[in-house]
């Protein structure tokens, strides 16, 4: 006889997070980043001694400034989550840092901490990210000009360059726990700008944030459970 009691459907929130200007931004960055990192590396290497990647270096370079100026732009013009103030280290976002190096220290075991916009762990770091970015490529203009000491001037771009890498690396590993383990469109939300918000059975009246698609569903039954009874 199955005992199992019938159980409430759940909301889950469709929610507008991220707009076109921050999304085109993030993309243009993240391409240009990956082909400038990787014919960097070739440069210092020294394996391959063509033109190609240094062509492909300062190609590379094009989109990733576009991508900053825009960015940049969005802090100064966007009034919500594109803003300076959405990535700013306020009271509230601090108090939830501690959670978040839990979730981060554990690898993914614990659980993960929610947030509406900006992880607020990464917030203050993406502000730094985008300014280091900005001086990187005013390095890399002064290194195409001719202009200071050059050995100098490659020396402070490569120092920043492996900075940059390392907070990138950082970033991959911390968005492969995010998916692995909360699930909540965090990677697609960077392509159509929706993230997904779950709320447990609502109870009488149903209160929605705004811009929000609600989508209502049934969970489906644990047949071991239910004796084999819950599937249809």
Known sequence: MDTMRP???NSIFLVKVWPASVRVAHWLVAGGFLVLMT???????????GEAPADFHVLASYPLLAGVALRIWVLVAHP???????????????RAVPE?????????RLDLPRWFAHNPFWAPIYLLWILALAAQAGLGVVLLQGWGEDAVVRAWHAGLAEVLVAVFGFHLVAVVLHEL???????????????????PPLEGTEQTPPKARVVRFEPRADSSRAGGKGRK
């Open 7 to 9: 159980m409430k459907p």
């Open 39 to 49: 014919t960097g590396w070739i440069l210092r290497s020294g394996r391959y001694l």
């Open 80 to 94: 919500a989550v594109g803003g300076w103030r959405a990535l700013w280290p306020s009271a509230d976002r601090l």
């Open 100 to 108: 978040m190096l839990k979730f981060y220290l554990s690898f993914g």
């Open 181 to 199: 383990r909360a699930r909540r469109c965090d990677v697609s939300a960077m392509i159509h700008g929706w993230r997904v918000f779950d709320l």
